[in-house]
């Protein structure tokens, strides 16, 4: 069997990544930028092509107001025919009563075939409404039994922590057709280090089952991923039939020097059959002040393996292959 290995890390000072393979055989990239201040696209046919590939802007911050500070984790989905973007953005970089940032999850849409032609062809649905002024982000969809699922991670303010894992039906790709149903919340020692997080989820769909990984604690050395699992043919907007992984799943590998693992997608390789995950990590724990401000969250692709039992083994973070 043939081992399949990707330059690591693929691209550097690009956090919150998200691959997505499409129809017309390219890969597309968006992450975080370190400004912070705009989301970008690049695309090719291999995975390796991306860490060359030019980006191109798609759309910029506003001078202010609601989508004017703190761009953070662009999702890019293709949905009924278009494209869509999901990201989170703040009004203001100071920080609420509760010590906490004040994004919210926002929408974009380009009917055009080719995404990454123009700003001009990407329309701002506006804000997805979740039916809770709350802290929000890391917004994530996926499509079951003609249904479309949001899944995302937001502050309730009765419960500690600053974020936990909702999921809702859609009524479109920008408004929701149900109530949010709490899935996670931070509970687990490995969850709750720096900060209580439950963030950055990522869906899979295979033998069967569902799931759901997501990423938990400060976003230094101590974020770590967790998973949740449910089975295809229930209620997925009953809590009752997930279940939750009490140990992480994914996490630092000190031997290594790979630190803060997560915020996590997935994609598949050019063989059309390997599963591959997508993150990011640093190789240092000597952070200077906010590591949200560390450019250094490198993106990450390797490949995975399945279980007996058909749950996913992500193994150790792969180590870094070039200086």
Known sequence: MTVIEYTSPLIVQRADPYIYKHTDGYYYFT????????IEIRRAHTLEGLAHAAPRTIWRKHESGPMSQLIWAPELHFIDGKWFIYFAA??????????????????????????????????ERGQVETGMDTFSLDATTFEHDGKLYYVWAQKDNAIKGNSNLYIAEMANPWTLKTKPVMLSKPEYDWEIRGFWVNEGPAVIHRNGRFFLTYSASATDENYAMGMLTVADNVDLLDAANWSKSKEPVFKSDLATHQYGPGHNSFTVAEDGKTDLMVYHCRNYTDIKGDPLYDPNRHTKVQPFTWNEDGTPNFGKPTPYNYD
Request: proline share 5%; glycine share 2%.
């Open 31 to 38: 992450a975080s930028v370190p400004a912070y201040n705009l």
């Open 90 to 123: 703040a009004e203001t970089t100071a920080l609420d009563k509760l010590g906490m940032f004040q994004h919210r999850m926002f929408c974009i849409e380009c009917d055009a075939a080719d995404p990454m032609r123009s700003e001009d062809d990407w329309v």
